[in-house]
């Protein structure tokens, strides 16, 4: 019980560390041509991941929170949702300018996250 309190109580702080970081990202996003945008926050977000209480945060989650989520114990993504949320939105923001094609915003934050999630598993596992 103690293992889950704690990363619980880690996540939960990483989820609103990662909102803040991802505002500040974002701040101004609207003077920025898409491709430097994409670019600025991308490089943002592998930037932040490389700091050593993030890659503490990752190794905990990787060696303990996968097995714990299974097991019904921890709910990771109850902590990272508004991060999700808030990528999401920027999607459906570019969608309604015509930025990008109006199609699920959910899949393109996805699409977006997906190779940093690559780079990072690969590199911090």
């Avoid at 505002?23 to 943002?44: A, F, I, Q, S, Y």
């Avoid at 959910?106 to 690559?118: R, T």
Wanted: charged letters at 30%.
């Amino acid at each position: 019980e103690n293992k889950e309190a704690l990363l619980d109580a880690l996540v939960k702080e990483q989820g609103q560390e990662r909102l803040a970081r991802l505002e500040r990202l974002l701040e101004g996003w609207r003077d920025r041509p898409t491709r430097e945008l994409l670019g600025h926050l991308g490089k943002g977000i592998l930037e932040s991941w490389d700091t050593p209480r993030e890659r503490k945060v990752w190794r905990m989650l990787v060696s303990e929170g996968f097995r714990l989520a299974e097991s019904g114990r921890f709910n990771p993504e109850a902590a990272f949702s508004k991060v999700r949320q808030r990528l999401t939105q920027l999607f459906v923001d570019l969608a309604a300018q015509g930025i990008v094609k109006p199609v699920h915003p959910e899949l393109l934050s996805m699409e977006f996250m997906a190779p940093m999630y690559m780079l990072r598993y690969g590199r911090q596992s």
